[in-house]
């Protein structure tokens, strides 16, 4: 094996750094194992002797002198740069009076030899190997004494072992003499290293310092912490040559897992209810409202989970986003307060106040929204709700669609951004009901020329009766054109007169509530180029189109009753109707009922309850409707009788009975009654009151009103 002398630097070096790390590998003081002498021969007289102050040889007076000094195996630990440090004396030959000029040496020289084990030791060293020596200062102190006694001088060789030689185990030192009067007092060999250090949450391992400047070191995540850098995993820093962790040299890629928080350079797991939602350096924080770090499946038995990295939410709590731990935990909202409404005929508005509770800690506001159930609709029923019927903003909502005489019950939730998670069961509400308005309609709608006491003349105006039940303050005159273009007028009389009407022809239709209806049944008008009222075209128009609509239901009624009652009035003549009048009623509960005919006009055709224009009974939206309207005429029941030898019941059709009325003028009078049976249909009920209603619009003696 082939030693390499080793650069032997007569000086003391200082460290650069307090914090340098260093392990002796030998000292000779402590040292079992005795260094080896080793003479080669011919060449030495007495070579190296063990003293009890060290090892000394003087043959100062041989020429080609050659004495070696062996030390034991030395384990050099993968140690790269070894500190060798030699307390020694050296006797200047001008003190050494036996000493030959020509063999005496001032110095010694320092080897090593690389191996793996002790029986690679100095018995199998040869001689024929190629010696690379380097002076040691001589010490250059006077002689005090005898030899052994001087005072010693301190010699430090740094040297770097090659990646091949740290491949051994260790080295052997080898001290050669050449002729030098010099002792060996203490040995040492050791090497510098940056210790194993935990910074910056990284461990970074015990590194052997080098000759460089520094080396770099890479150091893995200490437990409970993980790399920041998904390109790069392992942390790194500066290991400087004199065995010193650049402090300045690490870097921050590791950091505390989520649920661990950095404690004394560690990372220790949150404790009881606190947690951390993300890696990082920072700390543990405390659980949100409503929520703590007891888990679902250890709440009653196992206590609290440690290292949380979300806190649960409480019974019945829930976080807007479930995935972001740093959100509070909320319920449900209380129900909203003070619901009440607002009706006006088919439409309503409800109203409530906030919630006395929003679901949240009573510091941080909670948006609360609203939504409402309607639990009376039906599923085809015609509802509507403005703006929405969930998702309200507000604090009222406006219902339209509604039908008359109907009892609605509503649910009013109060929800916040958790009410998703709840059955509408767990959620609290406010209950409103009401019963909407019966159908009221103005009575009694007619037309009349401006000049006609109400305004000025070339125009026309409108004028009506007030519904029977129902206080009125303001109306809505719809005025509708031939091509269907809607004008509405609200009025707080009982007609009106509109301006600036374009010649044409006119529908007008009166509503007691808003202008979105009902609307009571329209009447016609005509304005002419001359901006004069046709009233006698708008009654025939009227009276056609109504004809036409009720062309066979209307004739066949008419002409069973001519038929009927044709031989209790042949004195009467049909007269042809050329235009349409108003007739006034005659009626008085004392006297009974009579036929609902004018002397002074005998046989005219009129239509005494809607005024100028025949109404068809099936614009009505209900028959009780239509009986209401028809109560004025209606010949009361006490005034009917059953005459002796009557033949029950007449034959053909559906007349059920002929009785009798006695009358003081005109005694009595045999009339037909139609009745309808008590498990009557309401189809049958329907066309019942269709007939009614369409004879009650026609003055004609064989009518009784």
Not at 223 to 243: F, H, I, L, Y
Not at 660 to 677: H, M, Q, T, W
Request: aromatic letters at 10%.
């Amino acid at each position: 094996m082939e030693p390499t002398l080793l650069k032997l630097v007569c000086c003391y070096l200082m460290l650069l750094s307090t914090r340098a790390e260093h392990e002796i590998l030998y000292d000779s003081e402590n040292a079992a194992t005795p260094w080896t002498p080793i003479s080669m021969p011919g060449k030495t007289k007495n070579g190296w002797q063990q003293k009890p102050g060290g090892y000394q040889t003087c043959d100062v007076d041989v020429i080609g002198a050659e004495n070696w000094l062996v030390s034991p195996f030395i384990e050099t630990k993968g140690a790269q740069l070894l500190d060798i440090s030699i307390k020694y004396s050296i006797v200047s030959c001008d003190h050494l009076h036996h000493a030959k000029p020509e063999a005496c040496r001032e110095n010694v020289e320092v080897d090593y030899i690389v191996g793996d084990s002790q029986s690679e030791g100095p018995t199998s060293l040869g001689f024929d190997y190629s010696i690379m020596t380097q002076n040691m200062r001589q010490d250059g102190d006077p002689l005090v004494a005898a030899l052994g006694s001087l005072e010693h001088n301190s010699a430090t060789i740094l040297h770097e072992l090659s990646d091949e030689e740290r491949s051994r185990n260790g080295i052997f030192l080898v001290i050669q003499d050449h002729g030098s009067c010099a002792e060996v007092a203490r040995v040492t060999v050791k090497y510098y290293y940056c210790p194993e250090i935990v910074q910056a949450f990284a461990r970074f391992p015990k590194t052997a310092a080098s000759s460089g400047v520094y080396q770099i070191v890479n150091g893995e995540c200490i437990e409970n912490a993980e790399s920041r850098s998904s390109q790069r995993t392992r942390s790194r820093a500066k290991c400087s040559g004199m065995g010193a962790w650049d402090t300045g040299s690490f870097d921050d890629l590791c950091s505390c897992k989520a649920g661990f928080e950095p404690i004394d350079g560690m990372c220790q797991q949150c404790g009881e209810n606190m947690y951390k939602g993300k890696s990082g350096n920072m700390e543990c924080q405390p659980c949100p409202h409503s929520s703590s770090t007891y888990s679902s499946s250890s709440y009653y038995r196992y206590g609290v989970a440690e290292g949380s990295t979300i806190c649960k939410c409480d019974p019945n709590k829930h976080r807007v986003h479930e995935s972001d731990p740093d959100l509070p935990c909320i319920g449900l909202p209380s129900n909203p307060r003070n619901s009440s409404y607002s009706l006006s005929w088919l439409k309503a508005t409800i109203s409530w106040l906030p919630p006395s509770i929003d679901g949240g800690d009573g510091v941080t506001p909670v948006n609360v929204f609203y939504s409402i159930q309607c639990q009376s609709c039906s599923l085809d029923n015609q509802v509507t709700f403005a703006p929405f019927r969930s998702n309200i903003q507000d604090t009222q909502v406006r219902v339209s669609g509604l039908k008359p005489n109907t009892k609605y019950v509503f649910r009013v939730f109060a929800e916040n951004a958790v009410s998703q998670h709840f059955e509408d069961s767990q959620k609290s509400y406010s209950h409103v009901q009401f019963t909407t308005d019966q159908a009221s309609y103005v009575r009694d709608l007619r037309v009349k020329e401006a000049d006609s006491g109400w305004g000025t003349s070339g125009t026309f105006a409108v004028s009506w009766s007030k519904p029977s039940h129902f206080s009125v303050s303001k109306y809505c005159v719809r005025v509708i054109s031939n091509d269907n273009n809607y004008r509405f007028f609200n009025v707080n009389n009982t007609y009106f007169k509109p301006i600036g009407l374009l010649p044409g022809t006119y529908r007008i239709d009166v509503s007691v509530y808003d202008c979105e209806g009902p609307f009571s049944p329209q009447v016609f008008a005509e304005v002419s180029e001359d901006g004069v009222l046709s009233q006698q075209r708008a009654q025939r128009m009227t009276l056609t189109i109504v004809l036409i609509a009720l062309v066979f239901l209307l004739l066949l009624t008419i002409l069973s009753i001519a038929m009927c009652f044709y031989h209790k009035r042949k004195d009467y003549k049909w007269t042809d109707a050329s235009h349409l009048v108003e007739y006034p009623i005659h009626m008085s509960p004392a006297s009974g009922a009579a036929p609902h005919h004018d002397p002074t006009n005998p046989g005219h055709l009129g239509i005494p309850i809607m005024g100028q224009g025949f109404t068809d009974p099936r614009l009505y939206d209900s028959p009780e409707r239509m009986i209401d309207e028809l109560k004025p005429y209606e010949i009361h029941p006490s005034l009917l009788s059953r005459p002796s030898g009557a033949n029950f019941p007449l034959n053909g059709g559906k007349f059920r009975a002929v009785l009798g009325s006695e009358n003081s003028k005109e005694g009595v009078i045999e009339v037909a009654v139609k009745c309808l049976s008590e498990n009557c249909s309401e189809q049958q009920w329907r066309v019942f009151a269709i007939e009614a209603a369409t004879m009650v619009q026609f003055n004609h003696p064989n009518v009784l009103m």
